[in-house]
Each structure stands twice: as structure tokens, then as C-alpha cells.
T-cell receptor, first 109, second 112 residues
Framework: KQEVTQIPAALSVPEGENLVLNCSFT??????LQWFRQDPGKGLTSLLL?????REQTSGRLNASLDKSSGRSTLYIAASQPGDSATYLC????????FGTGTRLQVFP | NAGVTQTPKFRVLKTGQSMTLLCAQD?????MYWYRQDPGMGLRLIHY???????AKGEVPDGYNVSRLKKQNFLLGLESAAPSQTSVYFC???????????FGPGTRLTVT
């Protein structure tokens, strides 16, 4: 059974820091992996989608990598800002999305 | 282009009452999904649909029913609500099962 783990569960950093969020999964047979952002009391906003054949995807200050063989993905956020404060979720697609429990990020000024 | 919308945004039910949550999408997506989100559990798939007139069970289907009479709408029903169904419910849609999923804003349901 596919399991998705996100470490750390919570992270607090000062503005301007570069940071890495981790996602690991137990079964490498995936179609793709999605990173989402969730603000308190809100829905999920898709940030990046990496297909199983890709190694990384970039969008602005965000870069996501995928190493399928080791069951790992990282989300790199450059020059963090207070507006980046949110919960970040990763989900692997095995024809259904299996979600991790998220990393709660706080960026303070 | 509204994307995925959900009705209602909030609801409080007493144990044993019934209700229907409505999800609508305007992106012509074939696939639609219902998830629930609970603290410490992440999002879990309740039911999904691969096209108009079809439904299938997800990871946690017990106590819920669904219908997809029109391609753009996916309804989630609770026939006899229980406190264990207190949760935030999210609807999502996608072109196929391997495409990006787009999520609605959620419905916060409390069962007392």
C-alpha cells in the first residue's frame, strides 16, 4: 500500500531563507507527483506537477524534484517571504492521489 | 471560468440528519472526486467518478453515497450523519486519472 510521508511536519524560518520541504513515498510505481499549497480554512492550490519521467519542475521561486527510484521528492522555495506561510502537501498519483499529511510553514519578517 | 465550486461552504447537522453536498466544475473534466480532510490524517478519497453516470468507491466510502447525473456536477450524500463524519470535504476534478487535479474551496461539516 502506497504511503506518503512529509518531513518536517512544521517549519518556522525568517524571511529570505531558502528552504527545502521533503516528501517520501513507498511505491515507485507512480504516474506523477503534485505539490499543493493550502492556506488556513481554504482549498488546495496546485503548485507543481512532475510527471514520472521528469526529474524536476520549476515555477518562479519554486523548484520541485523527483527521484522515483528512491521514492523522494523535494520542494525548494527560494528567498522565502511571509506570504509563503501555508501548509504544503505532496500527493503521488497511482491513478488515485495519495496525500501526505503536509508541512506547515511559517515565514516570519 | 469559475473552476471547481462547492455548495454549501459550512453546515451543522444533528446526528441522523441527511444532507447533500454539491460540486460543480466548468472545465469539461471527465473525472471528479470527493475527499475528506481530517487533522493528522491528510486527505482521503471517499468516492470518485470517471464520467457522467459512473461512480466508484475510494478509500473511505462507508456512510456516503454519490451521483453523477450530469458531467459537470458530482453530488455527495450523507443519509444518516454521524459525529465521525465531522470533517472538511473537498471536491476535485481532472481530465483523466493521470492529469492534474483541481480542487474546490471545501465544505466544513460539523455533526453534533
Amino acid at each position: 500500500k502506497q504511503e506518503v510521508t512529509q518531513i518536517p511536519a512544521a517549519l518556522s524560518v525568517p524571511e529570505g531563507e531558502n528552504l527545502v520541504l521533503n516528501c517520501s513515498f513507498t511505491d515507485s510505481a507512480i504516474y506523477n507527483l503534485q505539490w499543493f499549497r493550502q492556506d488556513p480554512g481554504k482549498g488546495l492550490t496546485s503548485l507543481l506537477l512532475i510527471q514520472s519521467s521528469q526529474r524536476e519542475q520549476t515555477s518562479g521561486r519554486l523548484n520541485a524534484s523527483l527521484d522515483k527510484s528512491s521514492g523522494r521528492s523535494t520542494l525548494y522555495i527560494a528567498a522565502s517571504q511571509p506570504g509563503d506561510s501555508a501548509t504544503y502537501l505532496c500527493a503521488v498519483n497511482t491513478d488515485k492521489l495519495i496525500f501526505g499529511t503536509g508541512t506547515r510553514l511559517q515565514v516570519f519578517p | 471560468n469559475a473552476g471547481v465550486t462547492q455548495t454549501p461552504k459550512f453546515r451543522v447537522l444533528k446526528t441522523g440528519q441527511s444532507m447533500t453536498l454539491l460540486c460543480a466544475q466548468d472545465m469539461n473534466h471527465e473525472y471528479m472526486y470527493w475527499y475528506r480532510q481530517d487533522p493528522g490524517m491528510g486527505l482521503r478519497l471517499i468516492h470518485y467518478s470517471v464520467g457522467e453516470g459512473t461512480t466508484a468507491k475510494g478509500e473511505v466510502p462507508d456512510g456516503y453515497n454519490v451521483s453523477r447525473l450530469k458531467k459537470q456536477n458530482f453530488l455527495l450524500g450523507l443519509e444518516s450523519a454521524a459525529p465521525s463524519q465531522t470533517s472538511v470535504y473537498f471536491c476535485a476534478s481532472s481530465f483523466t486519472d493521470t492529469y492534474e487535479q483541481y480542487f474546490g474551496p471545501g465544505t466544513r461539516l460539523t455533526v453534533t
